[in-house]
T-cell receptor, first 113, second 117 residues
Framework: GENVEQHPSTLSVQEGDSAVIKCTYS??????FPWYKQELGKGPQLIID?????GEKKDQRIAVTLNKTAKHFSLHITETQPEDSAVYFC????????????FGPGTRLSVLP | GAVVSQHPSWVICKSGTSVKIECRSL??????MFWYRQFPKQSLMLMAT?????????EQGVEKDKFLINHASLTLSTLTVTSAHPEDSSFYIC?????????????FGPGTRLTVT
């Protein structure tokens, strides 16, 4: 089955700096990769996703890149703000309507003012 | 749009009792819903996939007789923790897919914190 690793487990950056979180997956059949942000005591919220037929996707300050050959994908947050502080989870899935996600262990991001 | 609610948001129960958690898709229909469990500072672990009108599919190691799942309609799935014990204390989160959209996104509920005393 699929296995997703995520690094780093914790990340502290100064406000305004960039943050990068990297995930690797094991199943080459996986072709959908979402990123979720989870604030304390709340459910995860989708912030960006990417499909395997795309190498990069950007939405304002957030971008995701995918390297299918190396089986890794990364989340990039630019111009970080204190409200970006949260736990971020990556996930991998084979695109099928009944397929569940396999989540990475999470990265706790702290943006220091 | 694409809102998923859970009820209750938190519950405290005594050991040996049963607790029911509801997951509702408020503005879309979901033939498939997922139930996750999350321990403090850990990732989300899939417990089961709930399919409307049929039996749920449980992940390996999850006791189907202990975690009863019912997906009776296209907008409601319930998780019942039977004979709860302190080790069942956790954050339970559901998610749902919008069957009407050509997307693989899962919409997550806000979670239910269960504490068993």
């Amino acid at each position: 089955g699929e296995n997703v690793e995520q690094h780093p487990s914790t990340l502290s950056v100064q406000e305004g700096d960039s943050a990068v979180i990297k995930c690797t997956y094991s199943d080459s059949a996986s072709n959908y990769f979402p990123w979720y942000k989870q604030e304390l005591g709340k459910g995860p919220q989708l912030i960006i996703d990417i499909r395997s037929n795309v190498g990069e996707k950007k939405d304002q300050r957030i971008a995701v890149t995918l390297n299918k050959t190396a089986k890794h994908f990364s989340l990039h947050i630019t111009e970080t703000q204190p409200e970006d502080s949260a736990v971020y989870f990556c996930a991998a899935s084979f695109m099928d309507y009944g397929q569940n996600f396999v989540f990475g262990p999470g990265t706790r991001l702290s943006v220091l003012p | 749009g694409a809102v998923v609610s859970q009820h209750p948001s938190w519950v405290i129960c005594k050991s040996g009792t049963s607790v029911k958690i509801e997951c509702r898709s408020l503005d879309f229909q979901a033939t498939t819903m997922f139930w996750y469990r999350q321990f403090p500072k850990q990732s989300l672990m899939l417990m089961a996939t709930s399919n409307e009108g049929s039996k749920a599919t449980y992940e390996q190691g999850v006791e189907k007789d202990k975690f009863l799942i019912n997906h009776a309609s296209l907008t409601l799935s319930t998780l019942t923790v039977t004979s709860a014990h302190p080790e069942d204390s956790s954050f339970y989160i559901c998610s749902a897919r919008d069957q009407g959209r050509a997307t693989y996104e899962q919409y997550f509920g806000p979670g239910t914190r269960l504490t068993v005393t």
